[in-house]
Each structure stands twice: as structure tokens, then as C-alpha cells.
T-cell receptor, first 114, second 113 residues
């Protein structure tokens, strides 16, 4: 069935470092892909999305490109800040759910130090 | 984006009791969902809340344990019944809008003692 695999964390970076969080997927068809962020003690926030192959989603300095050839949707940011410390989840709507619900990766914790 | 509120934000309950969580969404939402997030884990879908009819449950979740109501388009409740310490989790309400974006409430942190 459809699935999402994320790199294990935690990822620990210094402020202003470059960030990559890997996400690969298995999907029936070509669903939209999403990144969510969860700050400590809060619910999930939609960070960005891409709806078709080669689309680039972007928000708050974060970017991710929908790569059909490599079935990937890696999250990147050129210069992280302490305030980016959170857990990041990659997600997609599986075919088995009629593309309505979401399934999530395991989450990657990011810790940014000054 | 859609605005989603939940209450209570947290609760501590004794085993064997039940807790009902309320979720209110704005009118942009077409579908509503309930998820569980166990400590340090990812999200697992419990069920899709269907307006005016029985919820659609995922494998491993049953109506007797997690009864769900959705009496109208913008309101839903999830009850966690006959609780045990294993039910200690964050319960998240979610709504999907017309452009297939899914938004989440702030969550209800449940601790069962």
C-alpha cells in the first residue's frame, strides 16, 4: 500500500546551517504531497504542499520539490533559525482512502542551536 | 486555511472513565477526521467523521471504544471510552477543505492514571 518514509532524527544543526530532511514515498497514482510542522506542545501546521510532479512547494523559507523519478519530496531550507526547532512530518493521501485522508511519515525532529 | 478549535486542551482521567472531546471547524471544511498521536510518535488516523451517519473507522479502532458524532458540518465529538493508561495520547481533530488541504486543531492531551 501507499506509504511515506522519512529520515530518522534527531537532526541537530547550528543556526544558519543548510537543512535537508529526506522523504520518499510509495503511492498509487500521483497524489499531492505535504509537509507539516509541529512545534513543541502544539498541533500540526501545514507547511507546504505540491500537487503534481515537478511542482515546488515553498513557505517560510522552506522548499520541497515533487520528484516523480525518485519518488521523493525532500524538505530544504537554506539557513535555519532556532525558531525552526520542531518535528517535521511528510504526508500524502493514499489511494486506498480515496485520496481523502492522510498518512504520515514517522516525523523528523530538528534541533537548531545558536 | 481553516480554523479548527478543540476542547478540552488537556485532561487527566482515571482508568475506566470516559472523556468526550469536542471539535469545531469553520465553514471551509468538507471532511473531518480524528487522529491519535502517542508520545513521541507520528499520527494515526482513528476515523473519518461523517455528517449525520456513523463514522468510518480505520483498522484497529472500533466504535465501542471511540464513538464519534458529527451532527452537522462544522462540529464533531470523539469519546474515548473505558479508558486505560494505554489511551494516554494527544487526540487531534482535522478538517479538509475544498482544495484538499488538511488542517489540524491544537490537540487534546489526555493522561489516564
Amino acid at each position: 500500500g501507499d506509504s511515506v518514509t522519512q529520515m530518522e532524527g534527531p537532526v541537530t544543526l547550528s543556526e544558519e546551517a543548510f537543512l535537508t530532511i529526506n522523504c520518499t514515498y510509495t503511492a498509487t497514482g500521483y497524489p499531492s504531497l505535504f509537509w507539516y510542522v509541529q512545534y513543541p506542545g502544539e498541533g500540526l501546521q501545514l507547511l507546504l504542499k505540491a500537487t503534481k510532479a515537478d511542482d515546488k512547494g515553498s513557505n517560510k523559507g522552506f522548499e520541497a520539490t515533487y520528484r516523480k523519478e525518485t519518488t521523493s519530496f525532500h524538505l530544504e531550507k537554506g539557513s535555519v533559525q532556532v525558531s525552526d526547532s520542531a518535528v517535521y512530518f511528510c504526508a500524502l493521501p493514499p489511494f486506498s482512502g480515496g485520496y481523502n485522508k492522510l498518512i504520515f511519515g514517522a516525523g523528523t525532529r530538528l534541533a537548531v542551536h545558536p | 486555511s481553516a480554523v479548527i478549535s478543540q476542547k478540552p486542551s488537556r485532561d487527566i482521567c482515571q482508568r475506566g472513565t470516559s472523556l468526550t472531546i469536542q471539535c469545531q471547524v469553520d465553514s471551509q471544511v468538507t471532511m473531518m477526521f480524528w487522529y491519535r498521536q502517542q508520545p513521541g510518535q507520528s499520527l494515526t488516523l482513528i476515523a473519518t467523521a461523517n455528517q449525520g451517519s456513523e463514522a468510518t473507522y480505520e483498522s484497529g479502532f472500533v466504535i465501542d471504544k471511540f464513538p464519534i458524532s458529527r451532527p452537522n458540518l462544522t462540529f464533531s465529538t470523539l469519546t474515548v471510552s473505558n479508558m486505560s493508561p494505554e489511551d494516554s495520547s494527544i487526540y487531534l481533530c482535522s478538517g479538509r477543505n475544498r482544495v484538499d488541504e488538511q488542517y489540524f486543531g491544537p490537540g487534546t492531551r489526555l493522561t489516564v492514571t
